[in-house]
């Protein structure tokens, strides 16, 4: 089973950007669906960006779309997302996660099969 760390959150200012990661151990990093997931504070676990196995597909919530850019780097393990023009409300700890050889239900919580820990990202008004 993969194990996945995030990395790169932080505070920032509204309209600031960001860009955190994921890192995934193994060797077999190019066969997973990659999902970023976010909880804002006293709220559920929503889905945010995800990219298929392939790379040939790539999904974005409505609130994120042209703002955040998910990529994903199979030299070095690693899946990114670009956050531009944050707003206060893209406040919350974001989760990377992890399936392998599917990309039917990227957008559910419920495909991935492995979790990161989380890292924080504060949006500043």
């Known amino acids: 089973q993969v194990q996945l760390v995030e990395s790169g959150g932080a505070l920032v200012q509204a309209g600031g950007s960001l860009r955190v990661s994921c890192t995934a151990s193994g060797r077999s990093f190019s066969s997973y669906t990659m999902g970023w997931f976010r909880q804002p504070p006293g709220k559920e676990r929503e889905f945010v960006a995800a990219i298929s196995w392939t790379g040939g597909r790539i999904l974005y919530t409505d609130s994120v779309k042209g703002r955040f850019t998910i990529s994903r780097d199979n030299a070095n393990n690693t899946v990114y997302m670009q956050m531009n023009s944050l707003k206060p409300e893209d406040s919350a700890v974001y989760y990377c996660?992890?399936?392998?050889?599917?990309?039917?239900?990227?957008?559910?919580?419920?495909?991935?099969?492995?979790w990161g820990q989380g890292t924080q990202v504060t949006v500043s008004s």
């Open positions: 996660a992890a399936r392998p050889f599917s990309e039917v239900t990227m957008t559910l919580e419920s495909f991935y099969t492995a």
